[in-house]
């Protein structure tokens, strides 16, 4: 069966580090450089110098990338920026969209060499509209850039903000995908109480609860604020298997009908209308069958495509090693086995499921969203 990934991130590569120091007055700006003693790694660098992760050259390069593929029988791999550096905090609308422009152009570049194991979705100033939709204009000339990835607020701003709607026109009329993945908001708190509360070195709680939060409130804003209703074309995937907005879905219906005074300039259709009549997609990367299994209640095989969140730690690939194991950085596994999972290995051993069905969430509702079906 053909596999394909619509849930991978990619970095700026090393060789932008000096080009990118003009960008370095933004404080959440990131950037990334070569590791000093670590062949074939490197380090996501903040706009102080400090490193905020190290990575492996799988993140930026594509011989890596297609070595894991080949190990994991994944097909095709859609490229989609590390959502951190999607520019949605920089002020100036130039220079957004040249940031921008670096981490498109770099996919694009990944992609030109090697078409038939990748394809990407482009990074956009989202913040600056016009600017946005110039930017995919331009990437629906480049090579196998098949959509956008967004954040699920826009510095602050919910997705249903009237300043965004033109860039979801565009993207209809360009049929460009829709990728939203989280970040920010109860990510990156403010307020000092709830930073305390989502303290990163509290079980990881931004990366485990805060993105489930933030992509259901993405999809509360995409939903009340009638885009899905108004653009019912607009092919969107949340990441995440929805984050927890699938669960809510009952609780979202039963709340407008026990108070419909607040939900007077709400979408005309109930929630469960809303992800059957409108383009809505979520990805598989739920590390749990039972949620799997709800997810295609509720969507339907066709709705749902592989995602594995590659090559990140929380993605589908067990990072320790079966018979030591260890992970690569000498961390111990906590249980007392491996689970021994990677991209597809849920839907692959899902039971119940027709090869029909598996084949369509391996891979044919990927061409789908993407606009190739």
């Not at 498109?104 to 939709?133: G, K, Y």
Request: include cysteine; proline fraction near 6%.
């Amino acid at each position: 069966m053909e596999k394909w990934d619509v849930h991978t991130h990619t970095t700026f590569s090393p060789e932008t580090y000096d080009a990118l120091e003009r960008f370095t007055r933004y404080a959440d700006f990131i950037r990334v450089r070569r590791h000093a003693a670590i062949a074939c790694c490197a380090e996501m660098v903040n706009s102080q110098g400090e490193v905020q992760r190290e990575i492996e050259e799988n993140a930026y390069q594509a011989q890596s990338r297609i070595a894991d593929c080949d190990r994991h029988g994944v097909t095709v791999q859609v490229l989609s920026p590390t959502p951190m550096m999607i520019p949605d905090y920089v002020d100036n609308a130039q220079d957004a969209a040249a940031i921008c422009r670096i981490l498109n152009d770099e996919n694009a570049a990944l992609v030109a060499a090697n078409p038939q194991r990748f394809m990407a979705l482009a990074a956009i100033p989202m913040r600056h509209p016009d600017e946005a939709i110039r930017e995919m204009e331009r990437i629906k000339t480049l090579p196998g850039m098949r959509g956008i990835e967004i954040n699920s607020n826009i510095h602050g701003q919910d997705l249903d903000d009237p300043t965004f709607y033109p860039v979801f026109e565009a993207a209809v009329a360009l049929n460009l995908a829709v990728f939203i993945h989280p970040w920010g908001g109860f990510m990156k708190p403010t307020e000092d109480c709830l930073r305390t509360r989502m303290d990163t070195t509290r079980n990881w709680r931004p990366w485990l609860i805060g993105m489930a939060m933030e992509t259901t409130l993405a999809f509360d804003s995409m939903y009340n604020g009638r885009i899905h209703e108004r653009l019912p074309d607009l092919r969107v995937l949340y990441a995440h298997g929805g984050g927890a907005f699938p669960a809510l879905l009952g609780r979202f219906e039963h709340g407008a009908y026990c108070r419909p005074d607040l939900f007077r300039n709400a979408s005309g259709l109930n929630p469960f209308e809303t992800i059957r009549q409108c383009a809505i997609y979520v990805d598989t990367l739920v590390h749990q069958d039972a949620v799997l299994n709800m997810l295609i209640q509720a969507f339907g095989v066709e709705r749902i495509a592989m995602g594995s969140d590659y090559p990140y730690p929380l993605g589908e690939i067990d990072p320790f090693d079966g018979q030591t194991m260890q992970d690569a950085k000498g961390n111990q596994c906590p249980y007392p086995q491996a689970k021994g999972i990677y991209p597809g290995h849920m839907v692959e051993n899902l039971p119940g499921l027709t090869d029909t069905q598996r084949q369509r969430i391996l891979c044919g509702t990927a061409k789908e969203w993407l606009g190739l079906a």
